[in-house]
């Protein structure tokens, strides 16, 4: 049975380790990303002379998918596979030139041993940024703290599904947990130590043994609720689970009342001043990238589908899931520019709520946040450009 993104929003685990497969993506064959950039003209970002390094490398959280589409779109065809240790590289575009610098993006998930991209950011300093949730930044901020410069989502996908057959009067997570419902999540995830010490569900109906596999769910045969993203699972489950093959229904975390920024682009909180200068320039560079990409997928979509191919982790991702994923990104919002024009920034209040709820959480856990942490240790909004959103 396939697996679908199985990981937890806290999870941890070994360092992974690959062996290096260098292997052409396109045009540029088994050119470096130097070489393939070395006659390239730069365009009217020049992210090399605004002192960024050679090449920016990016730590995601997971497989190659839509959700990280403003990444991948910021290639073209002279990209280079490395499929043993699960990342591409290549001149870095900013609609469609040349910025001056190489771009290499790496896979998370069981591309690094499941462990956070936090904490492989400080394992592996030539990581320049990487995905890191609001909860994640907050736990680590004793030991490794991270500050957050773009939120690519303005929503959080996960959510909590059901079978509606089973459940028809159900419309939140607080009506299933009424209702008797199981749920099963990824142990240790923060959300639901939130879901449980805020009453919405009991401690008995909450089991951690999640595998990240459809199989438990279409045993239950919808006795059982479950964790997903909305982004992917509604349309799997319905399309391509064999043994379901019909809807589910769902509410997103943040709905229940956890809002934290899912994936929000960070880099080490000591390395922001030396880097600002450089971000001031690249920020825009991932805002543009994100309204791009949403306005034009498909040759992005290529590329995440070729990766996953070339990748062969066991992660399933088609065209399909794609389509949906960038679909529904949109149709709830999970992708805006929330209450302003502009895409990429942060809302304090939602930080500081997270912060207010999380900190008990983590302390409990043994945990705990850096002693007087405070919102704009957690994120900056200083190099987003008002003048880039969705249309």
């Not at 030139?97 to 499941?114: D, K, M, Q």
């Not at 400080?122 to 320049?128: A, L, P, Q």
């Not at 599904?161 to 009424?178: F, R, S």
């Not at 895409?343 to 304090?348: K, N, R, T, V, Y």
Request: net charge negative; glycine share 8%; charged share 20%.
């Amino acid at each position: 049975m396939r697996i679908t993104r199985s990981r937890s929003l806290m999870a941890a685990g070994l360092l992974a380790t690959t062996a290096l497969v260098l292997t052409g993506c396109s045009a540029g064959g088994t050119d470096t990303p130097t070489d393939a950039a070395k006659d390239l003209k730069i365009g009217s970002v020049d992210l090399a002379a605004a002192g960024c390094p050679a090449t920016i490398t990016i730590q995601t959280d997971w497989n190659p998918e839509a959700e990280h589409g403003h990444l991948y779109s910021m290639f073209g065809d002279d990209a280079v596979v490395d499929a043993g240790n699960k990342s591409v590289s290549g001149p870095l575009y900013s609609k469609g030139e040349y910025t001056g610098v190489n771009l290499e993006v790496r896979s998370g998930g069981p591309a690094i041993g499941f462990q956070t991209v936090t904490s492989q950011m400080y394992t592996d300093n030539s990581i320049t940024l990487g995905y890191a949730n609001t909860d994640e930044a907050i736990q680590l901020s004793a030991d490794m703290p991270t500050t957050a410069v773009f939120a690519p989502l303005e929503i959080n996908p996960q959510m909590i599904m059901w079978d509606p057959k089973t459940y028809p009067d159900v419309k939140t997570i607080a009506d299933l947990a009424k209702a008797g419902a199981v749920i099963k999540y990824f142990g240790g995830a923060a959300y639901m130590e939130y879901l449980k010490g805020a009453g919405i569900v009991p401690e008995a109906q909450a089991d951690g043994g999640y595998d990240g596999t459809p199989a438990n769910f279409v045993t239950a045969q919808g006795k059982d609720a479950q964790q997903g993203f909305a982004s992917a699972e509604p349309y799997i489950y319905e399309n391509e689970v064999d043994a379901w093959k019909k809807p589910v229904a769902y509410q997103l975390i943040h709905d229940a009342g956890y809002p934290i920024y899912a994936a929000a682009v960070s880099v080490r909180s000591a390395d922001l001043e030396k880097l600002s200068p450089c971000l001031t320039k690249l920020v825009p560079v991932l805002q543009q990238a994100e309204v791009d990409y949403f306005a034009d997928p498909a040759t992005t979509n290529k590329l995440i589908l070729d990766l996953v191919n070339q990748f062969d982790t066991g992660w399933v991702y088609d065209e399909g899931v794609a389509d949906y994923s960038v679909d529904t990104m949109k149709k709830l919002g999970l992708v805006s520019n929330g209450d302003n024009a502009y895409i990429g920034d942060f809302d304090e209040a939602r930080v500081q709520k997270i912060l207010d709820i999380d900190t008990p959480i983590f302390t409990k856990l043994g945990t705990p946040p850096a002693e007087g942490l405070k919102t704009s240790d957690l994120f900056t909004n200083e190099f987003i450009d008002q003048s880039i959103g969705l249309k």
